[in-house]
């Protein structure tokens, strides 16, 4: 089983609709990120949280929101989804701390909007 | 490797050469440096990092080196194989401020058998 999980894998959806991608981790690490990523944009920082009462906005929060329901979960919301949301999504997590701050992906959620 | 517009930077050699890639980072306080790889259709695995109290590290077949004075990153891939075909990401952290990864554009690599 994999440390990270993404849940849906790939999803389409129309334009204005609600939607929630989920991510979960076995790894017990209290940090968890969502990445987006974009072709010849490399992965851009949406939400990040580095445990369960701390959520912080990245670089392109705008038009997402995020939930930290437990140490191992941390759920991505698209309230009103327009096209240009189209991209792969990632779900990470890290140790943290000046110890180690590798960071561990999910596989990956692609989403299309039309 | 920094992109312009929506070209991702390729890098191409044959099997069994040695490959460079290289990765300008934008912050000078960042103090934790880190290469990804990611293959086609999963996320991005973690190859090897460095710490800025050092100017390289090794591990196995892969050499990270750390120039602070211009920014510059370089992963050295030695005798490049068709496995390592993948996108290269660096990524940076102030370990003082906020932590959080910031990555790099990626360098695409395509190793010719």
């Known amino acids: 089983d994999a440390d990270v999980t993404q849940t849906p894998r790939n999803r389409i959806t129309k334009t204005g609709k609600r939607i929630m991608l989920e991510c979960s981790q076995t790894k017990g690490h209290d940090r968890m990120y969502w990445y987006r990523q974009d072709p010849g944009l490399g992965l851009r920082l949406i939400y990040y949280s580095f445990d369960v009462k701390d959520i912080n906005k990245g670089e392109i929060s705008d038009g997402y929101s995020v939930s930290r329901q437990a140490q191992a979960k941390f759920s991505l919301s698209l309230e009103s989804a327009i096209p240009n949301q189209t991209a792969l999504y990632f779900c990470?997590?890290?140790?943290?701390?000046?110890?180690?701050?590798?960071?561990?992906f999910g596989q990956g959620t692609r989403l299309t909007v039309v | 490797g920094e992109s312009v517009g929506l070209h991702l930077p390729t890098l191409s050699v044959q099997e069994g050469d040695n490959s460079i890639i290289n990765c300008a980072y934008s912050n000078s306080a960042s103090d934790y440096f880190i290469w990804y790889k990611q293959e086609s259709g999963k996320g991005p695995q973690f190859i090897i990092d460095i710490r800025s109290n050092m100017d390289k590290r090794q591990g196995q077949r892969v050499t990270v080196l750390l120039n602070k004075t211009v920014k510059h990153l370089s992963l050295q891939i030695a005798a490049t194989q068709p496995g390592d075909s993948a996108v290269y990401f660096c990524a940076e952290s102030f370990q003082g401020g906020s932590e959080k990864l910031v990555f790099g554009k990626g360098t695409k690599l395509t190793v010719n058998p």
């Open positions: 990470a997590t890290s140790e943290g701390g000046q110890l180690n701050t590798e960071a561990f």
